[in-house]
């Protein structure tokens, strides 16, 4: 069980890995939307 | 699976399996990322790391996903060179920054757990360095890319980076046998099955395949903004040219 032993390392390794897996995940997902978009606007056009 | 390249060389196929595809393995990603974490966390303490065994749940599969990404990397950058393929050329571009941010990852999360066990955030030794070297391709292959206006001769030029640079690859998996390494060998995936109790096995697996999973769904994400872009820019040029 984890007792907080040795935190500060632990906790800045999963925030970092939280961090960088949210910007990966709305990266990804803002990017493809904005393209879609934009693809759907000019096809119906 | 020899059907899979050719299924998925066709972009319109590709977008109709890449639909249900991405958002089903995000879910796996999630699902398995939640029960990996539990049995991670209350997992009781490593006799010899402490408490900062847990830092291994999440740097383990960070470096397995850099040098799988790069893998992918490769292959798409070779099928885009060799056969001009417009598809694996969008699956080149999306892999590298997915590459680059799970390198980061193993970079930080390894220095994070180095300092406490080996005194040190940083060493120059072989495993470390050649990682290191494998962020900065990532980097390298991205800013080629976008540093020229011919997107054909950027995706040439960064594909011949990303298919040189591959052979930094054995060099990472190696380093720790060829040279006198502070980094361990590998410990999850051996002949002689894991070198740890499965109290701590099973959560690593389980976090691997969920990185797995992730990486999975997002490449497939990356991909398909890839092909709506190329898309949009077709349509723009066959309007411009009336």
């Known amino acids: 069980m ?38 759907e606007e000019l096809t119906r056009k | 699976m020899s059907w899979a ?79 001009r393929h417009t598809l694996a050329d969008c699956a080149a571009q999306a892999a590298a920054p997915l590459g680059a941010a799970f390198t980061f990852l193993a970079l930080v999360t390894g220095s994070l757990w180095g300092r406490p066990m080996w005194g040190t955030w940083w060493e120059w030794d072989g495993r470390l360095t050649s990682v290191l070297v494998m962020f900065l391709l990532y980097i390298a292959y991205i800013a080629l890319r976008a540093s020229m206006d011919d997107e054909q001769k950027a995706a040439r030029a960064a594909a011949i980076l990303a298919l ?52 999975g769904s997002l490449w497939l994400v990356g991909i398909r903004a890839e092909v709506w872009r190329r898309r949009v820019e077709a349509a723009q040029l066959r309007a411009a040219r009336g």
């Open chain 2, 164 to 215: 040189v640079g591959s052979i930094n690859l054995p060099i990472i998996h190696f380093s720790v046998e060829w040279w006198n390494s502070i980094h361990q060998g590998s410990s999850l995936f051996r002949k002689e099955g894991p070198a740890m109790p499965p109290v701590f096995w099973i959560p690593l697996l389980l976090m691997a395949l969920a990185y797995m999973s992730a990486f």
């Open chain 1, 2 to 39: 984890f007792d907080f032993k040795y935190a500060e390392f632990i906790v800045p390794a999963f925030a970092i890995t939280a961090i960088v897996f949210a910007g990966m995940v709305g990266f990804s997902l803002a990017r493809a939307r904005r393209w879609r978009r934009r693809y």
């Open chain 2, 5 to 83: 390249p050719a299924f998925l060389s066709n972009p319109d196929r590709f977008m109709a399996f890449s639909r249900w595809a991405a958002p089903m393995f995000g879910v796996i990603a999630v699902a398995l990322a939640a029960v990996g974490l539990y049995l991670g966390f209350t997992a009781p303490e490593d006799y010899q790391q402490g408490q900062t065994v847990r830092i291994m749940f999440i740097h383990v599969p960070a470096a397995q996903m850099s040098m799988f990404a790069y893998v992918c990397l490769g292959v798409a950058s070779f099928l885009a060179l060799i056969f």
